[in-house]
């Protein structure tokens, strides 16, 4: 900006050039997220959207917002921060397209201790990433420098996705019935959640992050850590789309199986879930074995596997894979079904 610069403000440890600087930066990976909607580029006071609405009975917005927790830790150890962002757009349009709502538009907020024009480029690309897989804009955010108050080296990032689905249309719960299949979508890893827990049990801070193990298949710790959070919303439009009566959906985070899957659920019914259906992940094994938790903590804190959790009509479960493999979704699984005798979650064998 002509003239803006003030000598007071960099001498507190603010540089306001450099905000401008990362705004140059990320211009291009924002550009790449606009979509029929977009009013307004980066850079005003406000993010502008225009949405159609089109062939909707009754438009119902759907909101959620999100970070990333402690993964954080993990991107500054290894100094890599290009897919981050991808983890917090995934945290807020996977809990939004359980609803059924089909994302719009996206904003982040990312705080940190010295503004590093490159590192808050680098995180934002992230960002316009994970709103490309998920197919919503990328309309604006802001980088705010919290010096005194964070070491220069941190950050943090949180966001929120707006979305919208037709009112008659909304996946609540109110259809899931006894009987109902339970298909399970195969996470990336560890993704967002659980991160306290999975620094604890494998010493973090002292670990050897690049270092390739066998347990893991000859890839490091860092890498399978760090690998971002799966977006979920084009399998599930890909349901939707194919004429599957999708009765519920649990976006499984913090809680794990026994917090997210009844959220689902109407009361007087509980999940039936057979782990080994699940295609097994040795990070998990990794976690469990070194921290030596319990099977009920594990499944009480990491998705074990499973991203996702569907509630369908078991007579379109055939069908309901069909679509989910042509949509990429090819390792997804039928992982139980919805029954009135089971309490909560039950597992048939663990």
Same mark, same amino acid.
């Given at each position: ?36 909607? *977009?009013? $307004? +580029?980066?850079?005003?006071? /406000? &993010?502008?959207? #225009?949405?159609?609405?089109?062939? @909707? %009975? ?73 709103? *490309?897989? $998920? +197919?919503?804009?990328?309309? /604006? &955010?802001?980088? #705010?420098?919290?010096?005194?108050? @964070? %070491? ?53 801070e002292h670990a050897g992050l690049t270092v390739p193990l066998e347990e893991l298949g000859g890839k490091s710790l860092g890498e ?13 439009? #890909? ?32 999940a039936r879930i057979v782990p080994d259906v699940i295609p097994k992940q040795p990070i998990f094994d990794l976690i469990q074995k070194r921290g030596d938790i319990s099977d009920h903590d594990m499944y009480n804190t990491f998705n074990m596997g ?25 390792? #997804? ?18």
């Amino acid at each position: 900006m002509e003239n803006s610069h003030s000598a007071a403000y960099a001498a507190a440890g603010v540089d306001i050039n450099a905000g401008y600087e990362g705004v140059r930066l990320m211009k291009p990976f924002v550009e790449r997220t606009n979509i029929p909607g *977009v009013v $307004s +580029g980066i850079g005003g006071f /406000g &993010g502008l959207f #225009a949405p159609d609405f089109t062939g @909707m %009975a009754e438009p119902v917005l759907v909101s959620g917002t999100d970070g990333v927790g402690t993964k954080l830790r993990l991107a500054q150890l290894l100094d890599k921060h290009d897919s981050i962002g991808i983890d917090c757009v995934a945290m807020c349009v996977n809990d939004i397209i359980c609803c059924g709502a089909r994302p719009l538009f996206f904003l982040d907020y990312i705080a940190t201790g010295k503004n590093e024009a490159k590192k808050i480029a680098s995180i934002v690309s992230g960002v316009a990433e994970g709103c *490309v897989q $998920s +197919g919503c804009a990328l309309i /604006g &955010g802001e980088t #705010a420098e919290h010096p005194g108050v @964070m %070491a220069p080296d941190d950050y943090d990032i949180a966001g929120f996705a707006v979305g919208v689905v037709d009112k008659p249309k909304i996946i609540d719960g109110s259809k899931v019935r006894e009987g109902d299949a339970l298909i399970g979508l195969t996470s990336s890893g560890v993704h967002s959640n659980g991160f306290s827990l999975v620094r604890k049990a494998l010493d973090i801070e002292h670990a050897g992050l690049t270092v390739p193990l066998e347990e893991l298949g000859g890839k490091s710790l860092g890498e399978v850590l760090l690998a971002p959070t799966k977006i979920y919303v084009k399998a599930i439009r #890909a349901l939707l789309d194919g004429g599957i009566d999708l009765h519920g959906a649990s976006h499984i985070t913090g809680g794990g199986f026994f917090e997210n899957i009844p959220r689902m659920l109407p009361k007087g019914l509980g999940a039936r879930i057979v782990p080994d259906v699940i295609p097994k992940q040795p990070i998990f094994d990794l976690i469990q074995k070194r921290g030596d938790i319990s099977d009920h903590d594990m499944y009480n804190t990491f998705n074990m596997g499973l991203g996702m959790v569907l509630a369908v009509p078991a007579a379109q479960t055939e069908k309901a894979l069909e679509l989910l493999a042509a949509a990429g979704e090819t390792d #997804a699984v039928c992982a139980g079904c919805v029954s009135k005798d089971a309490r909560g979650v039950d597992f048939e064998s663990v």
